[in-house]
């Protein structure tokens, strides 16, 4: 599914066969980026506001944006044994009430003070 905002950017929503979103592409300019990556347990717990850049556009034909051929799939790394470092401030959680509405959204992020 795609959806266009006139004139500055598109997003491309990557779905599974169920129907949930699996990653979320944007489209501005002639660039291409992951955007958002969900978060699943056995619901949605929340996404991953990833926003990096992929690619440019390889065309001949520069006001064509169904020229970008293959969209990435994110890919998680396997555990090496080496330490990594996670940015925070990505991560932005969802808790939902009984009727599964989102009722409050947190982050990672760490305040001062805390």
Request: aromatic share 12%; no cysteine; charged share 20%.
């Amino acid at each position: 599914m795609e959806k266009e905002y006139t004139g500055h950017y598109k997003d491309i929503y990557l779905r599974d066969p169920q129907g949930n979103v699996m990653a979320v592409y944007r489209i501005a300019k002639d660039s291409l980026y992951l955007y958002e990556i969900p978060m699943y347990g056995s619901n949605r717990l929340g996404v991953i506001k990833e926003k990096m850049y992929l690619t440019k556009k390889h065309t001949q034909n520069s006001t064509s944006i169904s020229s970008l051929l293959v969209l990435p799939i994110p890919q998680l790394n396997a555990f090496t044994g080496t330490q990594t470092i996670y940015p925070l401030g990505k991560k932005h959680y969802e808790t939902t009430d009984w009727l599964g509405n989102v009722r409050v959204t947190y982050t990672d992020k760490k305040s001062p003070g805390s």
